[in-house]
């Protein structure tokens, strides 16, 4: 059974910091590229950036620079390192491996992220 399920959301005041994580099972984590997505109230869902099996990584712009997507194969565990958040940053942060194929397509429950001073 494919299981993704992510932690570390919480309240930060903007200029903050926060460290996603989204712990994997079920499939061959190290080689299969992942993505964090989130959706805030009232809009669709965003792509936030991309790392491959080969730890290419993409950002979303707005997120350059300040955002970092790692991974860990040994612990089967993916990151996203959010820093200086934006009042525009507070969403529910998912993580996502999708493998192209219908009914491949593999989502955690989500995390929330609230920018509040």
């Known amino acids: 059974e494919v299981q993704l399920v992510e932690s570390g959301g919480g309240v930060v005041q903007p200029g903050g910091s926060l460290r996603l994580s989204c712990a994997v099972s079920?499939?061959?984590?190290?080689?299969?590229?992942m993505t964090w997505v989130r959706q805030s109230p009232g809009k669709g869902l965003e792509w936030v950036a991309r790392i491959s099996g080969s730890e290419t990584t993409s950002y979303l712009e707005s997120v350059k620079g300040r955002f970092t997507i790692s991974r860990d194969n040994a612990k089967n565990t993916l990151y996203l390192q959010m820093n200086s958040l934006k009042p525009e940053d507070p969403a529910v942060y998912y993580c996502?491996?999708?493998?192209?194929?219908?009914?491949?397509?593999?989502w955690g429950q989500g995390t929330q992220v609230t920018v509040s001073s």
């Open positions: 996502n491996a999708n493998f192209g194929i219908p009914g491949y397509d593999y």
């Open positions: 079920g499939f061959i984590f190290s080689t299969s590229a």
